[in-house]
């Protein structure tokens, strides 16, 4: 069974930082592309950042550039997304989702965690 579990959420004030994780289980992590997606609340889905199975390549989303990093480590079958200056906006459900073998979209999704950002 694919699962993959969100952690690491919750309030912060703006400008401070969080780390949030994904444990996953039940599949060769490494051999899939990972993504963290986020939905605002009353807004649609948002993808953040995608990171490549095998060189470490990544992708961001133009809004959080410069202010998030994904990771992962193979070892723990875990990635992780590091986000630091954050805003109100940034005030989302995050998920964790893996990236389908045949690049078609995103065949598993976390149950989410909870970032707000407010003081």
């Known amino acids: 069974e694919v699962q993959l579990v969100e952690s690491g959420g919750g309030l912060v004030q703006p400008g401070g930082s969080l780390r949030l994780s994904c444990a996953a289980s039940?599949?060769?992590?490494?051999?899939?592309?990972m993504s963290w997606v986020r939905q605002a609340p009353g807004k649609g889905l948002e993808w953040l950042s995608t990171i490549k199975n095998g060189a470490g390549i990544t992708y961001y989303a133009d809004s959080v550039k410069g202010r998030f990093t994904i990771s992962r480590d193979n070892a723990k079958n875990t990635v992780d997304l590091q986000m630091n200056s954050l805003k109100p906006e940034d005030t989302a459900v995050y998920y964790c989702?893996?990236?389908?073998?045949?690049?078609?979209?995103?065949?598993?999704w976390g149950q989410g965690t909870q970032v707000t950002v407010s003081s």
């Open positions: 989702a893996r990236e389908g073998l045949e690049g078609w979209g995103k065949d598993y």
């Open positions: 039940g599949f060769t992590f490494s051999n899939y592309d």
